[in-house]
């Protein structure tokens, strides 16, 4: 098989959840490119349209479906109506997460539950319903779940204290590692993406305060941009990934290496 059909996402359907915006949307951008046909789903409906919007500028077909992926309850008839809609699943990104920043001594519980229900238990309820409705199935799927450097190592408390954070993309680490040794048999590669500091809704607080010491640790001496989570995106949601299942690799700058 040649490289480019090796990349070539023609007639695969994508699923990236938390995909209306950040690095959901940037992950969606580059699938879409690569051929595949997208379902979004986010909280929000209007920042859902407004991302299907700017993906059909592109050319690429995408479809919104709202949901909060953190009531776990909802996930199953979303997904089914996902299915329904684009008449298949082959890949899926689980991007929809959140943080919370506090001191682990004040970590408020109901902000704990919050983060277990989204980051770690949503990714796992979605990647069921993926692999048992459409992956298995089939005997190909890709996974993709978007962990955090904070689930590979502990975070300098100078620079972030955020233990539920850290708590959960660990979980999804070794989730991602769990389903890869589970579902290898069935033709279904399981990966973890875990992007190091990127400017976003979600980081810019943080950055604005401490950007500097997330710098000085960085080997490149800079933050992620707008593409940098799109070659390995698409590498993980290819044919070219077969013999690549159960890795969380870090897109830092080489921060971890500090």
């Not at 879409?32 to 059909?56: I, P, S």
């Not at 001496?221 to 969380?248: F, M, N, Y």
């Amino acid at each position: 098989m040649s490289v480019k059909n090796l990349f070539d996402l023609s007639g695969r359907v994508a699923i990236v959840t938390g995909g209306s915006r950040g690095l959901g949307l940037q992950i969606a951008e580059a699938l879409g490119e690569m051929g595949a046909r997208l379902a979004l789903t986010a909280r929000k409906q209007d920042e859902l349209d407004h991302a299907v919007a700017h993906l059909k500028k592109q050319g690429v077909e995408a479809h919104a479906f709202a949901c909060d992926m953190g009531k776990r309850d909802t996930i199953p008839a979303v997904f089914d109506r996902m299915l329904a809609t684009l008449g298949r699943v082959d890949i899926l990104v689980n991007n929809a997460g959140a943080v919370w920043v506090a001191p682990a001594e004040d970590h408020p519980l109901e902000a704990w539950d919050k983060l277990v229900n989204l980051n770690l238990m949503g990714s796992f309820v979605m990647s069921q319903q993926a692999a048992k409705k459409a992956m298995i199935p089939a005997k190909w799927g890709r996974i993709i779940n978007v962990a955090s450097t904070a689930g590979l190592s502990a975070s300098d408390p100078a620079v972030v204290r955020t233990v539920s954070y850290n708590a959960t993309k660990h979980g999804v680490v070794g989730l991602t590692r769990q389903l890869a040794a589970e579902w290898g048999a069935q033709g279904i590669t399981v990966n973890a993406i875990c992007p190091g500091f990127f400017p976003s809704k979600m980081t810019q607080v943080m950055l604005d305060a401490t950007g500097a010491l997330v710098l000085k640790g960085t080997p490149t001496g800079r933050l992620g941009g707008p593409d940098d989570l799109k070659g390995l995106a698409v590498l993980l949601a290819s044919e070219a990934s077969r013999h690549i299942t159960g890795q969380a690799i870090a897109v830092d700058g080489g921060a971890t290496l500090i």
